[in-house]
């Protein structure tokens, strides 16, 4: 089992970066592949990101591909979400998840979810 914990959401102007950060308690953290996802107000969550156990291979949604980087530290149990020239469309509650298997795009394949941090991009 593992307990996630997201940080670094905020508040900024269309353009600017964010970087989210997610600490995972427990010492199996390497086991689970990773993944961030979002939910805007009215909308079903959807993936944003993900990347393999020991970080060799990452995959994007369309949406985010080329302005965000996933990224993780094994020995820091942390796994962050780099977002540059970020737009209105990016604001939503971000999850941080960890899965032991399944598609890696779909979140029912996600047995772990932090509380969501709130990402706001103004126009």
């Known amino acids: 089992q593992v307990q996630l914990v997201e940080s670094g959401g905020g508040l900024v102007q269309a353009g600017g970066s964010l970087r989210l950060s997610c600490a995972a308690s427990g010492r199996t953290f390497s086991s689970y592949r990773m993944g961030w996802f979002r939910q805007a107000p009215g909308k079903e969550r959807e993936f944003v990101a993900t990347i393999s156990r020991i970080g060799g291979n990452t995959y994007y949604a369309d949406s985010v591909k080329g302005r965000f980087t996933i990224s993780r530290d094994n020995a820091k149990n942390t796994v962050s979400l780099q977002m540059n020239s970020l737009k209105p469309e990016d604001t939503a509650v971000y999850y941080c998840?960890?899965?032991?298997?399944?598609?890696?795009?779909?979140?029912?394949?996600?047995?772990?979810w932090g509380q969501g941090t709130q990402v706001t991009v103004s126009s």
């Open positions: 998840a960890a899965s032991t298997g399944g598609s890696s795009y779909d979140a029912d394949s996600y047995a772990y």
